[in-house]
């Protein structure tokens, strides 16, 4: 008998509730037949041809570029993530830290790995490390270099890096009362992730620098602990 669209035959008493013998069928019978399809598990779905992302060349996305408003988007919302149950601008910008810090430890190893033979090595000493930082990092994560690289006249164990138009900052609006605060916290855990990476324990931390030029300016102030330039003074007094 067909029924209308919409419409829903009831249900009869023989489906709701199953008779002793239909149980007793059920209970015997073996849980999976021979030849029937496994039951799907839970966790990595592969596809069809038996690949995941693990299985693609690290060097087949090298060139690849992130569309700008799908980055501005991502980060804004991980500075809202970060925004919350803070206690004050240092507080956001050490959780920013925090969130960039991985990322730091990750990329190290893949931008080496892409990079040539002759050069790919782990850089052991200060100079080459942010040689890497300002160049190779950079252009990986900006498309473009770092604008300074300099060393504190001060302090030994200080360097800064410049950055007269960091992205992480150019579609963040910050208001006035937090006119402190600097998103580019973000890549100073990216930096301070690299230099635990490669041994050279530093402290990482973003500061406004703005010129009449450049308004958005970052310095990047990168302390070195003092073990690290102890060991770089007997590398270079040993040669």
Known sequence: MSTTAGSRPPPTSTLQ???PTTTALQQTQPAQRT??????KAGLRTPSNRKTIYDRNLNRTRTAELSRASFAYLFAEMVGYAQRRVTGIQDLERRLNEQGY??????????????????????HRILPLLTFITTTLWKHLFGRPADALEQSSSNKNEYM??????LVNKYISVPKEMSQLNCAAFVAGVIEGVCDGVGLRAGVTAHNGGT?????KTVFLIRFEGEVVEREGGLVGGK
Not at 111 to 116: C, G, T, V
Not at 161 to 166: F, R, T
Not at 212 to 216: D, K, L, N, R, S
């Open 102 to 123: 991985p990322l730091g430890l990750r990329l190290l190893p893949l931008l080496l790995y892409r990079e040539p033979p002759r050069t790919s090595t782990r850089p």
């Open 212 to 216: 009449e030029m450049w308004p958005g």
């Open 17 to 19: 509730q199953p008779t």
């Open 35 to 40: 030849g029937s399809p496994a039951a799907p």
């Open 161 to 166: 890096i410049s950055d007269n138009d960091p």
